[in-house]
C-alpha cells in the first residue's frame, strides 16, 4: 500500500459517543484531518477529535460543506481538499479523516477518498463506524427505531421534501436528515400523512444548546442545518405484534 487514509466516525457531537476503536484509529495515524468550512469556524468533528488527540497533529482542511447551489464551485473545492489529503498521505504515510455521524452514511469522506484513491494509486482505504444522529435521539429520546419486521428509511430532505412524504406514506419508521432550513415543511409532510404522534426531532445534539422535543411542537422557524426527525412507525399490535 502506498499509505493508509481511515475515515473515523466521531458520533453526532458528543465526545463520549466516540468508540474505543475510533479513539485508537485517531491516535494511531501520523496526521489527523477534519474538514472545516471556509468561515474558518470549529467544526463538530474538530471540536470531538481535540478531546482525544495532540492539537499538534490535527490538520484542518477547507470543504465547501456548506454549497449547494454551484456544484462546479463545489467541486473545485473537493478537488482542493483532496489534493491537500494526498500530500499529506505522502508525506506521512498515515492519515485519519475524522467525520461526524458514520463515515458511510452521507459523509464527505466517500468523495474524500475517491479523489485520494485517484491521485494516490495504491493507497490503502479503510472505515471505522461510528454512531449516528438518529441513534443518539432514539437513546435521548425513547424512540424506538425499529420493531419486529418493520423497514426503516433514511431520507435526506435536500433531495426534496416530496421524498419525504413518499418515505412517511409508507410503512416503518422514517428519519429524516438535513431538514434544518425546511423545518416548516418537514413539520407540514407530518401533519397531512398522519405521522405527528410520536415523532421527535433534535438538534446540536450533545452540544451547548441541544434541542430534543415532540415534533407535535412547532419549529418557530428554521432549526439548525443537522437535525435530525424521527417519526416511528404505527404500532398497534401490542409487545412482539410485528414479530
Given at each position: 500500500?502506498?499509505?493508509?487514509?481511515?475515515?473515523?466516525?466521531?458520533?453526532?457531537?458528543?465526545?463520549?459517543?466516540?468508540?474505543?476503536?475510533?479513539?485508537?484509529?485517531?491516535?494511531?495515524?501520523?496526521?489527523?484531518?477534519?474538514?472545516?468550512?471556509?468561515?474558518?469556524?470549529?467544526?463538530?468533528?474538530?471540536?470531538?477529535?481535540?478531546?482525544?488527540?495532540?492539537?499538534?497533529?490535527?490538520?484542518?482542511?477547507?470543504?465547501?460543506?456548506?454549497?449547494?447551489?454551484?456544484?462546479?464551485?463545489?467541486?473545485?473545492?473537493?478537488?482542493?481538499?483532496?489534493?491537500?489529503?494526498?500530500?499529506?498521505?505522502?508525506?506521512?504515510?498515515?492519515?485519519?479523516?475524522?467525520?461526524?455521524?458514520?463515515?458511510?452514511?452521507?459523509?464527505?469522506?466517500?468523495?474524500?477518498?475517491?479523489?485520494?484513491?485517484?491521485?494516490?494509486?495504491?493507497?490503502?482505504?479503510?472505515?471505522?463506524?461510528?454512531?449516528?444522529?438518529?441513534?443518539?435521539?432514539?437513546?435521548?429520546?425513547?424512540?424506538?427505531?425499529?420493531?419486529?419486521?418493520?423497514?426503516?428509511?433514511?431520507?435526506?430532505?435536500?433531495?426534496?421534501?416530496?421524498?419525504?412524504?413518499?418515505?412517511?406514506?409508507?410503512?416503518?419508521?422514517?428519519?429524516?436528515?438535513?431538514?434544518?432550513?425546511?423545518?416548516?415543511?418537514?413539520?407540514?409532510?407530518?401533519?397531512?400523512?398522519?405521522?405527528?404522534?410520536?415523532?421527535?426531532?433534535?438538534?446540536?445534539?450533545?452540544?451547548?444548546?441541544?434541542?430534543?422535543?415532540?415534533?407535535?411542537?412547532?419549529?418557530?422557524?428554521?432549526?439548525?442545518?443537522?437535525?435530525?426527525?424521527?417519526?416511528?412507525?404505527?404500532?398497534?399490535?401490542?409487545r412482539g405484534g410485528k414479530l
Amino acid at each position: 500500500m502506498n499509505g493508509l487514509l481511515t475515515g473515523v466516525g466521531v458520533g453526532p457531537g458528543d465526545p463520549e459517543l466516540v468508540t474505543v476503536k475510533g479513539v485508537n484509529a485517531l491516535r494511531e495515524a501520523a496526521v489527523v484531518v477534519v474538514p472545516v468550512m471556509e468561515d474558518g469556524g470549529t467544526g463538530r468533528a474538530e471540536a470531538t477529535v481535540l478531546h482525544y488527540v495532540d492539537p499538534a497533529k490535527v490538520v484542518r482542511v477547507v470543504f465547501a460543506l456548506n454549497e449547494r447551489g454551484d456544484r462546479a464551485r463545489r467541486e473545485r473545492a473537493w478537488d482542493a481538499a483532496g489534493h491537500r489529503v494526498a500530500g499529506l498521505l505522502r508525506e506521512h504515510g498515515s492519515v485519519a479523516f475524522a467525520t461526524i455521524g458514520d463515515p458511510n452514511v452521507y459523509s464527505t469522506f466517500t468523495y474524500l477518498a475517491q479523489t485520494v484513491a485517484e491521485l494516490v494509486p495504491g493507497t490503502g482505504v479503510r472505515t471505522v463506524p461510528g454512531i449516528t444522529a438518529m441513534q443518539d435521539l432514539a437513546a435521548r429520546s425513547g424512540a424506538v427505531l425499529t420493531e419486529g419486521t418493520e423497514p426503516l428509511t433514511l431520507v435526506p430532505v435536500t433531495a426534496g421534501s416530496a421524498v419525504l412524504r413518499e418515505a412517511l406514506e409508507g410503512p416503518g419508521t422514517v428519519v429524516a436528515y438535513k431538514f434544518g432550513r425546511l423545518a416548516d415543511e418537514v413539520a407540514g409532510a407530518l401533519r397531512d400523512t398522519g405521522r405527528t404522534e410520536g415523532a421527535v426531532w433534535g438538534s446540536a445534539l450533545g452540544l451547548p444548546g441541544e434541542s430534543i422535543r415532540r415534533a407535535a411542537e412547532p419549529a418557530g422557524g428554521p432549526l439548525p442545518y443537522l437535525s435530525t426527525l424521527i417519526a416511528p412507525a404505527r404500532r398497534e399490535d401490542g409487545r412482539g405484534g410485528k414479530l
